[in-house]
């Protein structure tokens, strides 16, 4: 007995599998046919990981193709489960911004933060429209950096819809959780939370017209960063490190995050703060507290643009302090400094627009793991 291909296909248009309206055939879940004599494959593709939805469709086909073709027949049958993916959280750009920078570090105390602040002041001094999106949300530092801290985000009306309109200083458009908490009271929100709050100072806000966003990231490589980085097509990320073997270690980490395949956002350079200490009784003196170029060589080393070096200045931790960022000091040495590392971001996002495709966010596939959502 040899059993015929043709018959047994229109003899599986008899069955449907549960869930799904058109036959298996037709519905395409029968991927192929077989036949050898009297023995029959049939490769089956279905999209329920049920075991009761499994088992009823093999029963089905056999008992099928016994009743119309032959009880003899020899059949074996392969079932491939296909699902779609669930959970998939597409990144959205946010219209009128036209770079997002993320500022991350793998380290904590890096001066981060510090190095934010006079990059989008600096930005802003250049011409463009600036913005910082403070998601450091357990130490917020932007309200004290550029001495809002007492301002409240107001309400807007944006298109019919009720918007935050960020707080403005020295022409820097900023939101950050400090502005919704009091300065003393501590942030202890789990990693949902803390994200839902951040989805709301993206999304939730008038941010107008911007060429540069700066977010200002927590150190580590956590939760938060794949929360911004689902929710946002990052244009790039820069590192921030100081020159310490310590703090290096760290910041591999972090260039080794935006660089993972399934991530791929582009880093932009890595920025060496508290580079060396030069003591302004002795303007020619170079003191390497912290070593000497480390973050310079680990940025050789990973094939990564190496953005500038910024020294250890006293005006730089009383600036910060006192709410006015340093580079805003005109004529001095920090302004040089700063205006040299940010015409290198600013030459590094050109570069990356115009050798990059189209910028991604990220969806989140598993709890362990995360892959590229094209942007159009």
Excluded at 208 to 235: C, R, Y
């Amino acid at each position: 007995m040899k059993l015929d291909r043709k018959e047994i296909l229109k003899a599986l248009e008899t069955i449907t599998i549960a869930g799904e309206g058109k036959n298996m055939v037709e519905s395409g879940a029968v991927a192929n046919v077989i036949t050898f004599g009297d023995e029959v494959v049939v490769d089956l593709v279905i999209h329920t990981p049920a075991m009761h939805i499994k088992k009823r469709a093999e029963d089905d086909i056999k008992k099928t193709i016994h009743e119309l073709i032959s009880p003899e027949a020899k059949i074996k049958v392969n079932i491939k489960v296909e699902t779609p993916e669930k959970n998939e959280i597409k990144g959205r750009a946010i219209p009128g911004i036209k770079n997002i920078i993320a500022v991350a570090s793998g380290k904590g105390g890096v001066g981060k933060s510090t190095v934010t602040a006079n990059l989008a002041v600096t930005l802003a001094k250049m011409g463009f429209a600036v913005g910082i999106l403070d998601a450091d949300i357990y130490g917020p530092s932007m309200p004290i950096m550029f001495d809002v801290e007492n301002e409240k985000p107001v309400s807007t009306t944006v298109d019919g819809k009720s918007k935050m309109k960020p707080v403005e200083s020295y022409e820097i458009k900023i939101l950050s959780i400090g502005f919704f908490t009091a300065p003393s009271q501590a942030v202890i929100w789990r990693g949902p939370m803390a994200s839902k709050a951040l989805n709301q100072m993206i999304f939730d806000a008038d941010w107008g017209e911007l060429d540069f966003m700066l977010i200002d990231l927590p150190p580590g490589t956590g939760d938060i960063h794949l929360s911004i980085m689902q929710s946002l097509p990052i244009t790039g990320a820069v590192v921030v490190s100081t020159p310490q073997a310590v703090a290096l270690a760290d910041a591999k980490k972090g260039v080794a995050m935006f660089m993972q395949d399934n991530i791929n956002v582009p880093v932009l350079g890595i920025i060496e703060n508290m580079a060396y200490f030069t003591p302004e009784e002795l303007p020619d003196n170079k003191y390497y507290i912290f070593g000497q170029e480390g973050a310079k060589n680990l940025a050789e080393d990973l094939n990564v643009p190496f953005l500038g070096e910024v020294p250890i200045v006293q005006s730089i931790r009383e600036a910060g302090d006192y709410g006015r960022p340093a580079a805003l000091q005109t004529a001095s040495v920090i302004e040089t400094v700063f205006e040299e590392i940010t015409r290198n971001v600013v030459q590094e996002t050109v570069n990356r627009n115009d050798s990059l495709p189209a910028t991604e966010a990220i969806k989140i596939t598993t709890m362990a793991g995360c892959s590229a959502v094209k942007k159009n």
